[in-house]
């Protein structure tokens, strides 16, 4: 079940200046099978399949979930027992603008091998709470490097060079009649491939988004499971 329905204010850091953002989010997206290459995409796909998970009825997916899982905090309690998380490019619209954050798309794995829109409720997700601005991003899209640490050891690795920069992204979401990501919205924008290709059922998340600059946006979060 959904962690929460209700709206909660999220306040950014824009990194490099004194500017502040503050939301209330009115829609989160949850993108899926992002990879900027077909094949990378079906591989993922049986990766997945391999593990339970019906394949999607087309590529890229999106799906709609309650804003209120959306936080910056670093603690989540979590239902089940097998549940994960995946680093991912979060967009984030506010004051007409897009900017750029690290996350996590924490799902129950058990819930996603029967309903994959479910399982996107399922669990809250983690954003970062500094920001860079999407066009300093863009420019240098295929050169930031994303890495999730599970328990201290790499979960994932490698550059966003393999994942759909945020113009495609958005123009796919457009393109299977979604509404235009605007107002005070984020968008989990997909995840690279899992290194050891099996998810694994971890404490502590960490996060980063390294730009070739050196700027590093970060986030870690534990999982708590709820005590029945």
Do not use: N
Request: a negative charge; proline letters at 7%; glycine letters at 8%.
């Amino acid at each position: 079940m959904p962690v929460s329905a209700r709206t909660r204010a999220l306040a950014f850091t824009v990194v490099g200046s004194s500017e502040r953002l503050s939301l209330s989010p009115r829609r989160l997206v949850i993108a899926g099978y992002t990879a900027s290459d077909r094949a990378a995409v079906q591989a993922h796909i049986d990766e997945l399949a391999h593990l339970g998970v019906a394949p999607p009825p087309r590529v890229p997916m999106f799906y709609d979930v309650p804003v209120g899982l959306a936080t910056t905090e670093t603690v989540i309690v979590v239902e089940g027992a097998e549940t994960s998380g995946e680093v991912e490019p979060v967009l984030i619209s506010t004051g007409g603008r897009l900017y750029l954050a690290v996350g996590s798309d924490h799902t129950d794995r058990e819930v996603e091998k029967r309903d994959i829109a479910e399982s996107k409720a399922s669990a809250a997700k983690p954003v970062g709470d500094h920001v860079v601005p999407v066009e300093r991003a863009t420019a240098v899209w295929d050169d930031i490097e994303m890495v999730c640490r599970l328990d201290g050891e790499i979960y994932q690795r490698g550059r966003l060079a393999a994942m759909l920069p945020p113009g495609t992204l958005l123009d796919k979401l457009r393109a299977v009649g979604g509404q235009p990501l605007a107002g005070e919205a984020l968008m989990f924008c997909g995840t690279l491939p899992l290194l050891a290709g099996t998810f694994v059922f971890g404490t502590t998340y960490e996060l980063e988004l390294r730009l070739p600059d050196g700027t590093s946006l970060s986030h870690s979060y534990d999982v708590k499971r709820r005590s029945s």
